[in-house]
């Protein structure tokens, strides 16, 4: 199983000892003999894996994070279509001036789903996995898999997820003028979704969403380590 390939880091499994197999940017590492995963810092922390749409044998498992959090609106304008005329006059906004609604202050808790491996398309696929309301169809036993590629530590997580918030409001149907959200973060885990290697994509499993392989840092790499341990 362990192969001599120079762009892999080895760490070790702090629950049973196994190496750690990642590229050399990665930050989260999957153990395939005891079906633990790990994020590195100062030291490896524990983090939740699931399994999901394994799809057939070409399929790869790609690290993406799932994120449980409170988003808190505070404030959000959107304005008819119509009232796009005022530009250039400032004005400002009393919240009765035409065109221009404020709704949907407060708290509303909700999960975004997004790439941990790196790929400048992070938030676009993020919106994307949002509005597709992104759920497994069911958990796949994990262990002997392989998730190499995770590059996108929790601290990032954090700030991509609330990146995502901003980019599913504005993705949203009405227009939107301004928004003001922050989010908590209730729980972070990974899910190892799988992902089938087309010829310009990497297509999600059951998802009409594919991630252009110019768009992912290490996309060869990442396949082939992947494919390499399913043989
Ligand atoms: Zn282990």
Sequence with gaps: ??????????????????????????????????????????????????????????????PFWKIDASVN???????????????????????????????DAGSKKDRFIFPAFSTNLVLSTGVRMHSENFLPEKTEHGKR????????????????????????????????????LDIEVHAAGIYAIGCTPEKNVLKINGSEIGILYAAINDSDEIIKQNQDFSD
């Design 1 to 62: 199983m362990r192969r001599n390939i120079s762009k892999l880091t080895l760490l070790r499994c702090s629950n049973c000892g196994s190496d750690l197999r990642g590229l050399s940017t990665d930050v989260i590492f999957y153990c395939s003999e005891c079906g633990r995963c790990w994020i590195s810092g100062e030291r490896l922390s524990p983090v939740s894996i699931e399994f999901v749409r394994m799809g057939d044998s070409d399929s790869v498992f790609l």
């Design 73 to 103: 609106i505070r404030n959000r304008i959107s304005r008819k279509k119509s009232s796009a005329s005022g530009v250039g006059r400032f004005r400002e906004f009393t919240g009765t001036e035409r065109g221009l609604t404020e709704s």
């Design 145 to 180: 898999f392989s998730v190499i590629g995770g590059s996108v530590g929790r601290d990032d997580a954090v700030l991509l997820t609330r990146a995502v918030a901003v980019g599913v409001e504005v993705n949203r149907a009405d227009y939107l003028a301004s928004v003001d």
